[in-house]
């Protein structure tokens, strides 16, 4: 199984704080992609790093991967209660499918 | 900015009854697929759907599952015979190519009774 697994599984931070939330996954990957669920909603796409890139950004967003260690950390910077949601990341080995971890829940508090 | 639709948002059927849940992928996109996740556990893979055929299936995609592209514009899901433990948020996801982040719908949330 490809299975990316997220750590910690939940996370509570103050406003303005930053979120650091890890992945590890078990096989070769084309890609790894990191996705926001508000509660019980839909999946929303954050950010796509490939397996040839070490590191990426998007506004407040950072991803890195390290495919020797088969992991990835998404950093969430000047945390804001709009980010108090579910983070999940996926993993991509063909480019036909996604396998998803079983998420970090973030809570940030005003 | 272009969106994945997903109908109805929710659903509520009788054991044993068939479904069929609806989705209208963004028109340029290649790649389709189905998702669920049961309440509290992860999302899992269903069916992936290019070139109007399946191109990859999960176990929990047997018989009882079919998807169809029937129009060109609605890629659904349907369930046959539905079971207590089809009740899931099910999701439809579809990309142009394999380089891009999927676009996802909001969800179905299905309920069998």
């Known amino acids: 199984s490809q299975q990316g697994e997220e750590d910690p599984q939940a996370l509570s931070i103050q406003e303005g704080e930053n979120a650091t939330m890890n992945c590890s996954y078990k096989t070769s990957i084309n890609n790894l992609q990191w996705y926001r669920q508000n509660s019980g909603r839909g999946l929303v796409h954050l950010i796509l790093i490939r397996s040839n890139e070490r590191e990426k950004h998007s506004g407040r967003l950072r991803v890195t991967l390290d495919t020797s260690k088969k992991s990835s950390s998404l950093l969430i910077t000047a945390s804001r209660a709009a980010d108090t949601a579910s983070y999940f990341c996926a993993t991509d080995k063909y480019g036909n499918k996604l396998v998803f971890g079983a998420g970090t829940i973030l809570r940030v508090k005003s | 900015e272009p969106e994945v639709t997903q109908t109805p948002s929710h659903q509520v059927t009788q054991m044993g009854q068939e479904v069929i849940l609806r989705c209208v992928p963004i028109s340029n996109h290649l790649y389709f697929y189905w998702y669920r996740q049961i309440l509290g556990q992860k999302v899992e893979f269903l069916v992936s759907f290019y070139n109007n055929e399946i191109s990859e299936k999960s176990e929990i995609f047997d018989d009882q599952f079919s998807v169809e592209r029937p129009d060109g514009s609605n890629f659904t899901l349907k369930i046959r015979s539905t079971k207590l433990e089809d009740s899931a948020m099910y999701f439809c996801?579809?990309?142009?190519?394999?380089?891009?982040?999927?676009?996802f719908g909001s969800g179905t949330r299905l309920t069998v009774v």
């Open positions: 996801a579809s990309r142009g190519t394999r380089d891009y982040g999927y676009t």
